[in-house]
């Protein structure tokens, strides 16, 4: 018998989709985009179209692994769950709860994974993560300027005239957004591209600026010159801005040409885009993820904030300078665990700050929805602090690179069997999840994983509910603005709390009650080592979710696409050497005349165990604010193989 089940992906993507399932004798056999969801229109992207090749793959676990004379092999749930209580037990008893780091990352975006951070912070408080290796430079940059990092509706871009993809790749990243453009640009809205890379986006836009990587501050500058020197600024600025004069002395520390030069691109750029802003108004900044991987990412993000107030762009339909959506906002999380951790270390140098922890070293690591030994930098070094821990547990669905270094692996749900409650990055549609199919049997949920430990651990009743008793506690303030959690089930609802006009009125949750520009400008980027010419850039691809390969792993060895001039004499398609200060990788490389000559692009999730894993070669350093990683700033050269010898 056939039925049809909706739910919404959790995965860590803007766009949090309305999914139908078909349902076949308790087999899932067809997954598409729900078309009643508004964002989602009918239709997932494709990793997530290929996902039932990952939910009935053979490597799925549904057993518990523990790690016996060198092997993992499996063992009951029984057996796993005594050994992980007993650990943890004699260790906090030994060294205190900050000898354990419990580290989540965004696998799930459910809100009920907050349990797991719950149960360590009672069990503890234990070491946690802060920073944030995704986003950290550009939500603290827009906590600094409008005390909120959030974004005005979604189909509000429809009433722009000008839209600017800054540093931004909507069809890989947000493909959901795409169709909203289409309309907006059929309401005769215009589109451009400020990014060093070239990209699909690129297709969607009129014009199209490839400016050097992480020269988007000084095109910022260069753009409010021209806004200054043409007097396209909002008059009233200064009545809902602070500092109006502190930034345009900075702008003005060189000329619009100057500025031009450090980013590289012609003054028409900046004129262009200036125009955009100011008379071509309303414009909306679509401020990327990406460009915000910087040593100087927040202070970029700053920049674009201040172009989008000073030219009268906040607080109008249309306008903004949108970055992020408050997935929690709606949501209230006051019953979980408010207890300050007992350390905390910055999550892109999870390697180096575990292995330097003392008073007490961190001899345990819980890793809950992440793969950080792939997905972090300085890959080598987590690997290390991996090893160097007494008891790794990692809770994931698959064998991941990560899982192959622990002690004990715990298979949980996948996205089309989680029960959580969920909202977007991406708009303002909140939802809930709800199996399409039961787990297999054998297979936890993160929520039941947890309750089980806190049996073993006297901490039952304060983990006690089943996923559907949890939404109701975290829904609070929804409830009181009439949305209930049976409406929710009936599919997704806007969230009521978020104004369809981010900041109408002009009035900023900042002491101020104003916006905060910037006044100090960040030191400019460094040309890099002579010898190590081009800017690694290990992005988003089409074909994976970070280090979720949809069907088939990445190409061995790993391509990477460079400008012809940059291939260091290797023909395209044939085998060279990526190295870095840090580290080296064989790669397939790949001619693509229409990239910048100073960039080398790589997918940014690979495979640590196939030596094809870009974070093995990209060093550890923090963001400029917000302590993000920055992790687009790794410089690299590519030699011909026979050149390099044996490691
Ligand atoms: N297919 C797919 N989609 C994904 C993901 C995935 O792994 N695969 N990951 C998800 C996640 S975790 C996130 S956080 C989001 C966002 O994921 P991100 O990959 O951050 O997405 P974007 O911000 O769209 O893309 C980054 C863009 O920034 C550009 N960029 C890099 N350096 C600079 C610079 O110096 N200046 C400028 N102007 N641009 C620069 C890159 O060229 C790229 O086009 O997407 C999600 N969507
Ligand atoms: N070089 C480089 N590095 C990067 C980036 C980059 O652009 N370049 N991007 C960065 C960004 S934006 C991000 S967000 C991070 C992402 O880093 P991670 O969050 O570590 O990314 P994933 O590889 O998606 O790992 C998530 C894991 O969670 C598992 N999982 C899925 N659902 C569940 C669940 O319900 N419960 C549990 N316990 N596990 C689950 C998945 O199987 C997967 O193994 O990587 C960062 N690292
Ligand atoms: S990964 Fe993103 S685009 Fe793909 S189905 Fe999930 S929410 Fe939609
Ligand atoms: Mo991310």
């Known amino acids: 018998m056939s039925e049809t089940r909706r739910t919404l992906c959790n995965r860590d993507c803007p766009d949090t989709c309305g999914i139908v399932a078909t349902v076949e004798d308790g087999r899932v056999t067809r997954i598409g985009g729900d078309p009643s969801h508004p964002v989602t229109r009918g239709f997932l992207c494709w990793r997530t179209n290929q996902y039932l090749s990952t939910q009935y793959s053979a490597e799925r676990l549904t057993q518990p692994l523990l790690r016996k004379n060198g092997e993992l092999v499996p063992v009951t749930w029984e057996a796993a769950l005594d050994v992980a209580a007993e650990r943890l037990t004699s260790i ?29 912070d009672l069990f503890g408080p234990c070491t946690k993560k802060r920073g944030d290796i995704c986003s950290g430079a550009g939500e603290a940059a827009q906590l600094l300027d409008f005390g909120v990092s959030d974004s005005s509706d979604l189909f509000g871009l429809l009433e722009a005239k000008n839209i600017i993809l800054w540093g931004k790749n909507v069809v890989t990243s947000s493909p959901h957004t795409v169709p909203v453009l289409k309309d907006a640009q059929k ?41 200054f020197e043409r007097g396209w600024t909002d008059p009233d600025a200064p009545s809902y801005c602070d500092d109006v004069d502190g930034f345009r002395e900075m702008v003005e520390t060189k000329t619009v040409a100057e500025w031009c030069t450090e980013a590289d691109l012609p003054v028409d750029a900046a004129i262009d885009l200036a125009e955009r802003l100011g008379p071509g108004g309303p414009t909306t900044i679509l401020i990327g993820w990406g460009m915000g991987r910087r040593t100087n990412g927040g202070a970029t993000v700053r920049a674009l904030d201040a172009l989008a107030a000073i030219t009268g762009n906040l607080g109008i339909p249309g306008g903004g300078a949108s970055f992020y959506f408050r997935r929690r906002g709606a949501y209230d999380t006051s019953c979980l665990s408010s207890r300050e951790p007992a350390r905390t270390i910055p999550e892109p140098l999870f390697g180096q700050e575990v292995l330097a922890a003392k008073d007490p070293p961190i001899r345990a690591i819980w890793v809950t929805a992440g793969n950080p030994v792939v997905m972090l930098p300085d890959a080598e070094k987590v690997a290390e602090a991996l090893d160097a821990a007494e008891l790794v547990v990692v ?16 298979p949980t749900e996948t996205l089309l069997e989680a029960d959580d409650l969920l909202g977007s990055y991406g708009h303002h549609y909140l939802g809930v999840a709800r199996p399409v199919v039961p787990p297999p049997v054998g297979v936890k949920s993160d929520l039941e994983i947890v309750q089980a430990l806190a049996d073993r651990l006297g901490l039952g009743p304060d983990l006690a509910g089943d996923a559907r008793t949890w939404k109701r506690r975290l829904l609070g303030k929804l409830e009181s603005h009439g949305v209930t959690l049976e409406d929710l089930e009936a599919g997704p609802i806007k969230n009521p709390m978020a104004s369809r006009v981010l900041f109408e009125g002009r009035r ?71 190295e870095s200060k840090i580290g080296r990788l064989r790669v397939t490389v790949r001619h693509d005349v229409d990239q910048r000559k100073d960039i080398a692009l790589l997918p940014k999730g690979g495979h640590r165990t196939r030596a094809a894993c870009a974070n093995s070669i990209i060093g550890a350093k923090l963001t400029d604010i917000g302590e993000g990683g920055a992790l687009y700033e790794e410089r690299v050269r590519i030699e011909p193989e026979r050149h390099v010898k044996p490691a």
């Open 187 to 227: 309401r005769g809205a215009r589109l451009v591209l400020v990014d060093p890379v070239h990209t699909r986006t690129e297709k969607l836009c009129e014009r199209f600026f490839a400016l050097r990587p992480g020269g988007d501050f000084a095109l910022a500058m260069a753009v409010a010159g021209v806004l």
């Open 92 to 120: 906090r008893a030994e060294s205190g709860p900050s000898a354990i780091f419990h580290y989540r990352s965004g696998g799930s975006l459910g809100l009920l994974k907050a349990l797991s951070d719950h149960f360590f």
């Open 395 to 410: 809770v994931d669905t698959h064998l991941t690179d990560t899982g192959r270094l622990a002690d004990l692996v715990l």
């Open 508 to 578: 900023f949750p900042t002491p101020s009650g104003r916006v905060r520009l910037m006044t100090e400008a960040p030191a400019s980027p460094s040309p890099g080592p002579e010898a190590y010419p081009l800017n690694l850039l290990s992005l988003s691809t089409p074909k994976s979710q970070s280090s979720q390969w949809a069907k088939t792993p990445p190409s061995e060895p790993v391509e990477v696409s460079v400008h012809p001039d940059s291939a260091g004499g290797v023909a395209d398609g044939r085998i060279g050497v990526l």
